[in-house]
């Protein structure tokens, strides 16, 4: 295990696992660069005055803000070692329900700000030769559900472009994790970190329910513990072989294995049309 003081560049580090993450890192001794939408905000959260913590306001699909925020990184603490593309938000609607602007903008944070901040990084990671990306997913990167098709939509995005990272920076001595939890107890669910459609349309009343639901019923009840899954990411970064996939609780699991069984039985129920396009 090694002692030697590293560097975390964290996005979205004000609240939630991220926060948690932090001030765990802070902590044990490590440099954390931690950015957020608003400088105050994200110094207040985490309370800290050492120069190992260094705050960033970052408009995360502006990707001169994102490279500003990398290079006064480096001028720090000289390198990066771990980044963590964690900022994101969530939005509970149906499709027809959400306009192109609504699309976008969540697009523009979970899938496009990963990408900004992860194409800043990797020519510092490559130059070194060295460091480990923690992409922030969810089971839910893995199958979706009625209501939350934007949502998954980003997250299904992240585990492409994750998967596909892994093997172009294997190379140079980069690793890439994808976390995958399931519902955890945090804030995700209140407003600031879940979205609505502005529009939306009372026919799907099966939608309504799933937002009511989720802004009444669930916030409290969530399985997944936010401080165990702060602490999961830094045993997997002391690893010399970490997986590309963690799934954390047991709703996740249940998630993943009901996914695995659906696609299962419907490539055996269509096992003979499949065949029957070769030539």
């Known amino acids: 295990m090694e002692t030697q003081t590293k560097t975390w560049f964290i996005t979205g580090g004000s609240q939630g696992i ?12 490590n440099n954390v ?74 697009f523009d944070i979970n899938v496009f700000g990963l990408l900004n901040v992860t194409r800043a990084v990797l020519p510092h990671m490559r130059a070194a030769g060295s460091g480990h990306i923690f992409n922030l997913s969810t089971v839910f990167g893995l ?21 596909a990272l892994a093997q172009e920076v294997q190379p140079f001595g980069i690793k890439l994790t994808i976390i995958e939890p399931g519902y955890v107890r945090t804030n995700f669910l209140k407003p600031g970190s879940i979205a609505h459609p502005q529009n939306p349309i009372a026919a799907y009343t099966a939608i309504q329910e799933e937002k009511r639901k989720h802004l009444e019923e669930v916030p409290g009840t969530q399985p997944g513990d936010p401080e165990k899954i702060a602490q999961v990411i830094i045993n997997t970064s002391l690893l010399a072989d970490a997986p590309l996939r963690l799934l954390l609780g047991s709703d996740s699991l249940q998630f993943a294995n009901y996914k695995i069984k659906m696609l299962q039985d419907g490539i055996e129920a269509n096992k003979e049309i499949t065949l029957s396009t070769d030539f």
Do not use: H, M
């Open 18 to 29: 991220g926060l948690l993450l932090v001030k765990k890192l802070l902590a044990e001794g």
């Open 33 to 106: 660069a931690v950015t957020g939408r608003n400088l105050d905000t994200v110094k207040n959260a985490i309370g800290d005055t050492s120069p190992r913590f260094l705050a960033l306001q970052v408009d995360l699909p502006n990707e001169e803000s994102v490279r500003k925020a990398v290079d006064e990184t480096i001028a720090r603490f000289g390198a990066i070692d771990f980044l963590v593309n964690n900022a994101g938000y969530g939005l509970i609607g149906g499709i027809e329900e959400t306009s192109a602007a609504e699309a976008q903008a969540i």
């Open 143 to 163: 199958i979706a559900g009625a209501s939350w098709g934007l949502y998954c939509g980003t997250k299904f995005a992240v585990e492409g472009l994750s998967e």
